[in-house]
T-cell receptor
């Protein structure tokens, strides 16, 4: 399985952008990178995914490096409700998600 | 559309017992995957079902099994429960295949005493 690493925790000021890095250096060429977040041990909530190109949706932006070994999730204007654990990782063959250890993001007023 | 639903939400069992967890996917989704999440091991893939057939399987012992019904609803069963089986069990559904996004249910929290 691909190995994914993320910072353990990160603080962010409300209203500011939050940039969350993810390292997935062993990702295979056809594996998408997925980002989810999880609040209070509820089920993970889908945020965004991408293969090679940068992606943007109503929740966030995803920047993937050209060599695909790392990516950054950008929350453009963090709110208190964005406090959560953020997970990234590839979806491997067999429709199998493999997350890193997650980054605990605390948005402060 | 209603999201993925899982029942029960919480469960307490004792060692040696068995347990059955249920998952109803998003309407129209035919793939259902099961994951185990623990603080120590993180998210681990159990198996995936598609069209009533197990399509992929993770590295779990045979005590963990599942099935899928014709309406795409799925159940997973754990027999001879061990203390280490205490975890959050998550079900995720997707339309069909590898390129589709998986959407998770709220999970079933199982405590084995």
């Amino acid at each position: 399985d691909a190995k994914t690493t993320q910072p353990t925790s990160m603080d962010c000021a409300e209203g500011r952008a939050a940039n969350l890095p993810c390292n997935h250096s062993t990702i295979s060429g056809n594996e998408y990178v997925y980002w989810y977040r999880q609040i209070h041990s509820q089920g993970p909530q889908y945020i965004i995914h991408g293969l090679k190109n940068n992606e943007t949706n109503e929740m966030a932006s995803l920047i993937i490096t050209e060599d695909r070994k790392s990516s950054t999730l950008i929350l453009p204007h963090a709110t208190l409700r964005d406090t959560a654990v953020y997970y990234c990782g590839p979806k491997a063959a067999g429709n199998k998600l493999t997350f890193g250890g997650g980054t605990r993001v605390l948005v402060k007023p | 559309k209603a999201g993925v639903t899982q029942t029960p939400r919480y469960l307490i069992k004792t060692r040696g017992q068995q347990v059955t967890l249920s998952c109803s996917p998003i309407s129209g989704h035919r793939s259902v995957s099961w994951y185990q999440q623990t603080p120590g091991q993180g998210l681990q893939f159990l198996f995936e079902y598609f069209s009533e057939t197990q399509r992929n399987k993770g590295n779990f012992p045979g005590r963990f099994s599942g099935r899928q019904f014709s309406n795409s609803r799925s159940e997973m069963n754990v027999s001879t429960l061990e203390l280490g089986d205490s975890a959050l069990y998550l079900c995720a559904s997707s339309l069909e295949g590898q390129k589709e996004t998986q959407y998770f249910g709220p999970g079933t929290r199982l405590l084995v005493l």
